[in-house]
């Protein structure tokens, strides 16, 4: 295995250079490369190439950009507060609007299995899009599928779709039969739910809330599937007596290990062993709120969004960075209980 | 037929009878018969005659020529003067004056060339006029005013023609010169308004017409031009209409602020010029830039000032009553717990959210409200007031009695002793004041149908505790007492077994507890006089037992502080930091933990019961509706209640 190229990097890892210039809603390692895609609420859409530290396009929007997502090395999509679904392409520069919902879009997945584009929005609908197609929201408009809350957060692994919505509504979707929800769930945790994320294997899913707790899911319906399920409080500071109690705003698992990090509002990026019900490391203290976290496709780098996520209203903040670490095998390998220290 | 001259018939006589002779000579010598002789000469004789004939054809002709040139003449000098509008008099003039024909033409040509010469003279004449007209007319009326009309009518070239032509042309000037003064007028009051409105003039001519604002030259006074120039003041008179409405809106309420805050005299001067003008009308307003963007602009800013300064005197004069009852209501000790919603009155009132004279209106209906109630206990609260101090005076007593030195000579001792005296008999007497208290406030609570609340507790609910703690006091004693008595049994018995007998000061002293002295007050507040609560009286008999050292009272002794905790069941212990805790067990009261077993979660941080949700306050938004932060940032709401 060659070594990282990136140099060492100090602390929080490096900074990369022409940031957004307001809140960043979601970033996105691409599966092919180490691009690096940033939505803000700057009302853009920013391409890097995170190894090489370059910005390599930005694309403007009618509204604040609140998730985006690759469709494959060359293009992507976005969800915007202006309603809109856009696609773009980064090599010719060249957008166009996707479809439309009644409200602010908040989320926005390329499904390679189904070969479609599903987003989440505030209208309390998910709507699905033919890319292929040709322009314009009547010929690409797959189907819209009601959602008993507004849409908070969506994860996609194989055919299966998680929908989280407010009032902490789950809902689970196989993309082959989209008309009816295969599980209609209510979220185990008791409060707000900010973020889910399905794991890597496919047999679950990891769900987050505003009261620093996460819940570790299972798509197994079953008596032996439901008894692994658990949850856990992260993001908590404990001070003479009394807890603090942060929103985790971002889950992103890594690809190889099937480990996860967590990142909340008190600025810590945590990494767990779901399996071993482990913590496996904290990284230093971001300047302020984590917003969202990404994997590179080979696990070797970790993105974090550093950017006050408003959870205390308008108020003045740190300046919004996205910090590019290398990742160590010692931080996300997981640790199993009872076995002999690893060979070196 | 003309004579020929005589000299020319003889020569042609001759020549004629020559030629006769020359041809008889030579008919003789061919031979021609007589008839043909004859036919000959006939035939010549007829060639002669058509010969005169056409002569005299041609001379008939020329004359009638003449007579026709002559004719034409005339009748062209008559039409030149049918179209110039004279009599046709000369042409008989000549008629009788003229000899031969050729005379009568050569008298008339010139007479025609004359009058011709009249009419085009006279046509130019009209030519010119009619183009003066023509230009008249482009300039009043360039637009399509139908200029054919106008035109040179050769068939009228009368003198009255011109007299009418030249007429209209006056008229014509008249209307410019009309127009024109229009114009310059309505540039005059368009100029006046723009001053005052400090519009800009000259970008408002050009916007009616860019050519007006060229200086000299030829002003466009167009029906289009008037129109426009009309039409635009009429939209500046309403513009300054309406501000003069708005300034004197602003005016008066001006006055109005000025009254209610007695505004000094220097201030209200700056605005002089505008208040003067509050029953002007629409013309008497004449100064430059008097309703300009700017000075309204700066009047409304003025007017604005003013009402968050009586805003803030309000909110200050809010804040005084509030204080005001704030303070009638400790005196009273009728301090209410968590009143919300005059919190909430009071911080509307802060965030300028709602009317300082709504709430003033009920913190003065709460503060009459509190007198009267205040009234109603005063009697009470004296009576209180005494017990208490009792109550204090008998802690006191009970310090000092503990106080080994009392006795010893130092320098408030009289003093002590005095007040020790004084406050026995006061403690004596403290049994019957709470009697009569208790008797007094149920029947003030009968009366009142209510509580006597005093300082957030049940004034009775005191009396009550303080009673039963004055019973186990005196139990207590009795109890001590025994125990001495049955100490010194024990000692005598001990000195007779061993011969020594161990001070009896010094237990006595170690058993001593602490009592919460005072009445107790159920919903324990802070900042009690003498009040220790009970979890402090724990750890105070805790640090007694820690400087217990054995002896062989221990037993007697644990069970004497068994006693002394009467901690109330259920009511919270502190836990300390360093207390271990199986997380499961801790959080019974936090709800929900691992889902399905009961398998231990994550060993992250130690756990304590309280916590406290960062921020997150999802009770901020509209009520009931729960958002997420983006949806706050977005200032995405929900029109309908789900």
């Known amino acids: 295995m060659s070594a990282a190229v990136l140099p060492t990097s100090s602390g929080g890892g490096r900074e990369l250079s022409n940031p957004p210039s307001d809140g960043i809603s979601n970033l996105r390692f691409s599966n092919h490369s180490d691009h690096l895609l940033v939505s803000s609420w700057d009302k853009t859409v920013r391409l890097y190439d995170a190894s090489a530290n370059v910005l390599k396009g930005e694309f403007m929007h009618g509204g604040p950009v609140l998730d985006c997502c690759f469709h494959d090395d060359f293009s992507g999509f976005s969800a ?23 409200a602010p879009v908040r989320c926005v997945e390329y499904s390679y299995a189904a070969g479609q584009v599903i987003t989440g929005s505030w209208d309390k609908t998910l709507k699905c899009w033919d890319p ?148 496996l490391y904290q990284y230093s203290k971001y300047p302020t709120s984590i917003a969202a976290l990404s994997f590179s496709r080979d696990g070797r780098l970790l993105a974090v969004a550093s950017s006050y996520t408003f959870e205390e209203g308008d108020t003045p903040h740190e300046p919004d960075a996205i910090f590019v670490r290398n990742v160590n095998e010692v931080e996300v390998k997981p640790k199993p209980k009872a076995l002999p220290a690893p060979p070196p | 037929m003309a004579k020929l001259p005589s000299q020319q018939s003889l020569q042609m006589e001759s020549t004629h009878g020559s030629l006769l002779h020359e041809l008889k000579i030579i008919w003789d010598e061919v031979g021609e018969s007589e008839a043909e002789r004859n036919k000959m000469l006939l035939e010549l004789e007829q060639e002669c005659l058509e010969l005169y004939r056409r002569k005299v054809d041609q001379a008939n002709r020329s004359k009638a020529q003449l007579r026709q040139a ?222 300009s963007v700017d000075f309204i602009k700066h009047v409304e800013a003025e007017v604005l000032r003013l009402e ?16 005001e009852l704030e303070e009638i209501r400790r005196r009273a000790h009728l301090v209410a717990e968590g009143d919300t919603e005059t919190e909430f009155a009071y911080e509307a009132v802060e965030t300028g959210d709602a009317d300082p004279s709504l709430i ?34 008998e802690s006191w007593l009970e310090e000092y009695n503990r106080d080994e030195s009392r006795y010893s000579a130092g320098r408030g001792t009289h003093l002590a002793l005095k007040r020790a005296e004084k406050a026995r008999t006061l403690v004596s007497k403290i049994p019957a004041m709470v009697e009569a208290l208790s008797v007094k406030t149920t029947a003030w609570e009968k009366e009142r149908g209510n509580e006597f609340i005093y300082d957030g507790v049940r004034l009775l609910s005191m009396l009550e505790d303080y009673t039963t703690m004055r019973q186990e006091k005196e139990q207590e004693r009795k109890r001590h007492r ?128 309280v916590s406290v949700i960062c921020q997150a306050e999802v009770i901020d938004m509209p009520k009931d509706m729960e958002y997420s932060f983006e949806e706050r940032r977005a200032g995405f709401v929900i029109k309908s209640s789900s």
Request: glycine content about 6%.
């Open chain 2, 482 to 609: 025994d125990q001495r008595r049955l100490q010194g049994q024990l000692i005598a018995a001990q000195e007779a077994l061993f011969g020594s007998k161990p001070s009896p000061l010094k237990n006595m002293k170690k058993v001593t507890r602490t009592f919460s002295s005072g009445p107790s007050r159920r919903p324990s507040t802070p900042g009690a006089t003498s009040q220790s609560d009970m979890p402090q009286s724990a750890k105070s008999s805790h640090a007694h037992r820690k400087s217990d050292d054995g002896s062989g009272l221990s037993a007697v002794r644990r069970d004497l502080d068994a006693t002394t905790m009467p901690r109330k069941p259920f009511s919270p212990v502190v836990s300390d930091s360093n207390m271990p805790s199986t997380p499961t067990k801790r959080n019974s009261d936090n709800a929900e933990e691992e889902i399905g077993t009961r398998k231990s979660c994550m060993k992250i941080e130690a756990n304590a019961p």
């Open chain 2, 360 to 393: 003033l209106g009920q913190i003065e209906f709460q503060v009459s409200a509190a007198k009267e109630e205040a009234f109603s206990r005063k009697d009470m609260l004296e009576r209180v007031e005494k017990w208490l101090a009792a109550c204090e005076e």
């Open chain 1, 132 to 279: 292929r197609g040709a322009s314009g929201p009547d010929r690409t408009l797959v189907g819209t599928y009601p959602q008993p809350e507004r849409v908070y957060s969506l994860s996609l692994v194989g055919h299966r779709l998680v929908v989280a919505t407010a009032g902490r509504h789950v809902n689970v979707y196989d993309l082959r039969n989209m008309s009816q929800p295969e599980q209609r769930r209510e979220s185990s945790l008791k409060y707000q739910t900010r973020c889910v994320r399905c794991y890597p294997n496919g047999t679950g899913f990891a769900l987050s809330s505003v009261e620093g707790r996460v819940a570790m899911e299972f798509f197994d319906l079953s008596e032996a599937g439901q008894s692994k399920k658990y949850a856990f409080k992260c993001h908590r500071k404990s001070e003479a007596g009394k807890d603090t109690v942060y929103p985790v705003n971002a889950i992103a698992f890594h690809p190889i290990y099937g480990t996860f990090a967590t990142g909340g509002c008190d600025g810590y990026v945590n990494v767990w062993d779901g399996n071993n019900k482990k913590r």
């Open chain 2, 70 to 291: 002559i004719a034409d003449a005339e009748a062209e000098i008559a039409a030149i003067c049918s179209a110039m509008g004279e009599p046709p008099v000369h042409v008989w003039q000549w008629n009788q004056n003229a000899g031969s024909l050729k005379e009568e033409l050569k008298a008339i040509i010139p007479h025609l060339e004359e009058m011709k010469k009249r009419k085009n003279d006279r046509k130019n004449q009209i030519l010119e006029v009619v183009e003066q007209i023509r230009e008249i007319l482009i300039e009043i009326r360039p637009t399509g005013y139908d200029l054919s009309t106008v035109a040179a009518d050769e068939s009228a070239l009368s003198v009255r023609r011109v007299e009418e032509l030249r007429g209209q042309l006056q008229l014509l000037q008249e209307e410019k010169a009309d127009r024109l003064r229009k114009v310059m007028d309505h540039l005059h009051t368009l100029n006046s308004l723009c001053l005052v409105l400090g519009k800009d003039f000259k970008q408002m001519v050009s916007e009616v017409d860019p050519n007006l604002n060229e200086t000299g030259g030829c002003k466009n006074t167009s029906d289009d031009t008037i129109e426009r120039l009309t039409s635009a003041i009429q939209r500046l008179r309403d513009i300054k209409r309406q501000r003069m409405e708005k300034l004197q809106d602003l005016a008066s309420t001006m006055l109005e602020l000025w009254n209610l805050m007695d505004t000094p005299t220097e201030e209200q001067l700056n605005f002089q010029n505008v208040t003067c003008n509050i029953a002007a009308s629409e013309h008497e307003i004449t100064e430059p830039d008097a309703l």
């Open chain 2, 308 to 323: 968050e300064l009586k805003n803030s005197k309000m909110k200050e004069l809010v804040l005084r009553k509030k204080s």
């Open chain 1, 80 to 102: 915007s507060a202006d309603n809109t679904v856009r696609r773009f392409v980064f090599g010719t520069g060249k957008e166009d609007i996707l479809g439309r919902h009644e």
